[in-house]
């Protein structure tokens, strides 16, 4: 594949460089077709990306959507035939600026504003259509052999949103149309998985914009789910010691003052609320509220490890665009746990933490995932607490402990939260990048600022070390990364509801019922689907919408033996079970946690 470089060279293309190619040349050849089918519009940015291209347009008053996409990509395809060549040649900036003026661009005339007074300004054009660019790009619209729009958004101009609101028009672009179905097939997938998809088929929780974006609200059945990753973690943090707290939402602007989150986070924060000459914020982590339960009592170095565990509702104002169902939202609730330790403590309780990690991973089939040590990036005066000598204190401590443990684990520069480095396990889901599950983050710095003391054995006052930790995070991603790993099919312990007892007539009502009843007084999640349909549409209802585990079929049989037969949603095989030899097999499979 040959490409024009802007000093108007051609050659053949680096492998490295073919996508970004494709995909740069895929916007222009966009710009063109919006062009022809839309005179009036003035294109703003236009760059390739990791997955594609997009151009941000100012349609004016026009307004498109995802059903006008196709007539789109049909004249860009009409363009492709053409064949027009690609040129390219520079101007200098008063000519670039009269010919994008000329052409009504006042975006492209406002980035020349924006670029260095000795910058080379060049255009590329391809026909009728004219783009100021660096390249490169193809040397003939024909090489572009496999694309596609996939979507219209919207996009600030400059992303600020003190600025005009454009039309972004999305597409992709590969080497062949093989690789094109490849990704088309993985979109397919990535729908098929996505949790807020099966969340709302499966009502497991819904959100409403009058309540707010990115404020989540889980349904009965999803509360269920949620309430049993509670239980799991919270008695998994039991017996290796932990006690848990409960806290409030809010805290005092000073309190995040103290922690530092305020010079470090403010931007992530809701506004500040004030009443009774008191400032109030909703709170986005935890640690500050668990620094003032340390310091609530004398500690001797007897005392340590203290670990305080806490299922958290936390806020964060997060970037519209970025909110994504429960998987990242403005409200999330953290299995959150501070661990208060002397120095001496600290490989032991990584070591723990770690374990804990593997444990929980070895329960819910998670095996693929990285382990990355995140570390400040010293460069960077803003992000972080300012103290090199604590900085290389900790990274070292942190380091050496996953070392000598034997954890294997990459380094990141910039990655570290603003008080210290951090242990992340970054899995890979299903669909989409990977994204950090679990952390564990050793701080010299909180303690200092809250100026924690305990007494060690020769009765001097020390500063102990924190650890934070989150296991599963948040409980609100965990779960969402649950639900696009199984497709909603939750193993029996986890799911909404366990068994569906699903009579075939109203001459095995009643029977049905004593059965419904019989699991409800065991503990089990049970419902009876009494509705007056055929019972083939009653087990496929259960089994394809509900997910449901089990479902008991009783008949006229089944009720005349005093016996029930029972679907198995893995198999799809019926077996004939007494009611209590079932309940023990389900008891069972609950109480181990089976997958």
């Known amino acids: 594949m040959k490409i024009i470089y802007n000093d108007g060279h051609v050659a053949e293309c680096p492998e490295d460089l073919e996508l970004e190619v494709l995909r740069h040349s895929g916007a222009h050849i966009m710009a063109q077709a919006v062009k022809r089918l839309y005179p009036d519009a003035h294109f703003a940015y236009g760059p390739a990306t990791e997955k594609g291209f997009y151009y941000d347009v100012d349609l004016g008053d026009t307004k498109i959507g995802d059903e006008d996409l196709a007539a789109i990509e049909k004249e860009m395809q009409k363009i492709v035939k053409e064949n027009l060549p690609f040129k390219v040649y520079p101007l200098p900036r008063e000519e670039a600026v009269k010919l994008m003026s000329e052409r009504g661009e006042l975006y492209k005339v406002e980035h020349i504003g924006d670029l260095p007074e000795d910058a080379v300004i060049t255009f590329y054009q391809q026909g009728d259509y004219i783009d100021m660019c660096v390249g490169p790009h193809l040397t003939y619209t024909k090489a572009l052999k496999a694309f596609h729009l996939t979507g219209v958004s919207g996009a600030y101009w400059k992303n600020d949103s003190k600025n005009k609101m454009l039309t972004r028009l999305n597409g992709v672009a590969f080497r062949t149309q093989e690789e ?12 098929a998985r996505d949790h807020r998809r099966i969340g709302k088929d499966m009502m497991l929780f819904m959100t409403d914009d009058l309540v707010g974006k990115g ?51 403010k931007e992530n924060m809701f506004p500040v609320m004030e009443l009774e000459d008191e400032k109030f914020v909703l709170r986005p982590m935890n640690c500050p509220h668990h620094m003032m339960i340390y310091a609530n009592q004398l500690h001797s170095y007897r005392d340590l490890p203290i670990r305080i565990g806490e299922i958290a509702h936390d806020f964060r104002y997060e970037p519209s665009g970025t909110l994504k169902g429960i998987e990242r939202g403005r409200h999330f609730c953290q299995n959150d746990a501070h661990l208060f330790v002397t120095p001496e403590q600290i490989k032991d309780e990584v070591s723990s933490v770690v374990d804990l990690i593997f444990d929980v991973y070895k329960d819910f089939g998670i095996t693929e995932y990285r382990c990355v040590l ?95 930790r989150a296991i599963l995070g948040s409980l609100d991603r965990f779960m969402a990364y649950l639900i696009e790993e199984t497709k909603g099919i939750f193993p029996v312990w986890l799911a909404p509801v366990q068994v569906k007892v699903l009579p075939v007539s109203e001459k ?41 585990p089990y479902m008991i079929i009783i008949g006229e049989k089944e009720t005349a033996e005093g016996n029930i037969s029972v679907r198995d949603r893995a198999t799809d095989q019926t077996k004939e079970y007494s009611v209590e030899e079932f309940l023990g097999k389900l008891k069972e499979e609950i109480r181990e946690h089976r997958r």
């Open 180 to 191: 094109l179905k490849q990704y088309e097939e993985r979109v397919k997938e990535a729908k």
């Open 508 to 548: 095995s009502m009643d029977y049905a019922e004593q059965v419904y009843v019989q699991l409800k007084k065991e503990g089990i999640r049970a419902e009876l689907d009494d509705r007056n349909e055929k019972i083939g549409y009653k087990i496929r209802s259960a089994r394809q919408i509900d997910k449901v």
């Open 215 to 265: 404020l989540p609200m889980f349904l009965p059945k999803g509360y269920t789910i949620w309430q049993q990753l509670e239980d799991y973690i919270k008695e998994k943090e039991r017996m290796l010691g932990y006690q848990h707290v409960m806290t409030p939402c809010v805290g005092t602007v000073a309190l995040y003052q103290t922690s530092g989150h305020w010079d470090h986070y």
């Open 374 to 468: 995140s570390l400040r990036d010293p460069e960077d005066k803003v992000k972080y607490h300012q103290d090199d000598a604590m900085w290389d204190h900790a990274e070292s401590a942190l380091r050496d402990v996953l070392t000598e443990l034997g954890i294997q684990f990459t380094e990141e520069i910039g990655e570290a939260a603003f008080y210290g480095p951090k242990l992340d396990v970054n899995v890979q889901p299903a669909v989409g990048a990977e994204y950090t599950l679990s952390t564990c983050q050793l701080d010299f710095c909180l303690p200092a600022k809250f100026d924690l003391k305990y007494v060690d054995k020769d009765g001097t006052e020390k500063t102990p070390v924190v650890l934070h």
